[in-house]
């Protein structure tokens, strides 16, 4: 099993909204990662977690809250969005680059936020 | 820090003839370089990478890269166009920090690739 799986694939809030965008691996990478993109332009990163613990923010504002409840498992909470938020939100998985290992990303399809 | 630049928003190529598209990159350190794909509507795919060794580098759908130290490029090339490879294409380096932990790409802005028929 080769797949970042992510849902829900689209999600339209309104500004005073809160929920939760969710990813799950099943490769045994110990390390997980959101990104964000807006059309045309190329992702950036926003979250990286290892080992189930947030090594990496990204100066993202707090209104993004992740969590990571075991090393499957990815959710990005959002509470309070703004309309410029809209974006697809991405999430990947990789081996930590010890050991030989590369660390190449596998991203799964995204979630397409609209925030009204 | 670590970074990647494609000189190129767009590059047309007719199907059937080589295509290249180019990326050229700015590290410390020995450099992690990778190819992903995007077609609309979809996330990242991972095409191929550079890490060390032969400097021509192998990947999916009949692509390749050529990574050249001396003119710090990672270009991507595939000997003959099809029209399905009409796609959004990113080249990427790989973050540096202490430990080996994890770490992230950062991407170049992209390159739209439009293949003629």
């Known amino acids: 099993d080769t797949e970042v799986t992510q849902t829900p694939k689209h999600l339209v809030m309104g500004m005073t909204n809160k929920k939760s965008l969710k990813c799950e691996q099943h490769m045994g990478h110990r390390a997980m990662y959101w990104y964000k993109q807006k059309a045309k332009k190329p992702p950036e990163l926003m979250f990286v977690?290892?080992?189930?613990?947030?090594?990496i923010n990204e100066s993202v504002p707090s209104r993004f809250s992740p969590e990571c409840p075991n090393s499957s498992l990815l959710n990005l909470h959002l509470h309070a969005l703004q309309p410029e938020d809209s974006a697809l939100y991405l999430c990947a998985s990789s081996n930590l680059m010890l050991a030989g290992n590369t660390g190449e990303l596998f991203f799964g399809e995204g979630s397409r936020l609209t925030v009204l | 820090a670590q970074s990647v630049a494609q000189p190129e928003d767009q590059v047309n190529v007719a199907e059937g003839n080589p295509l290249t598209v180019k990326c050229t990159y700015s590290v410390s350190g020995n450099p992690y370089l990778f190819w992903y794909v995007q077609y609309p509507n979809r996330g990242l795919q991972f095409l191929l990478k550079?890490?060390?060794?032969?400097?021509l580098v192998k990947g999916s759908y009949g692509f390749e890269a050529e990574f050249n130290k001396s003119q710090t490029s990672f270009h991507l090339k595939k000997p003959s166009a099809l029209v399905s490879d009409s796609a959004l294409y990113f080249c990427?380096?790989?973050?540096?920090?202490?430990?080996?932990?994890?770490?992230?790409?950062?991407f170049g802005k992209g390159t739209h690739l439009i293949i003629q028929p």
């Open positions: 977690y290892s080992y189930e613990k947030l090594s």
């Open positions: 550079y890490i060390t060794g032969d400097n």
């Open positions: 990427a380096v790989r973050r540096i920090v202490s430990g080996g932990g994890a770490d992230g790409l950062t």
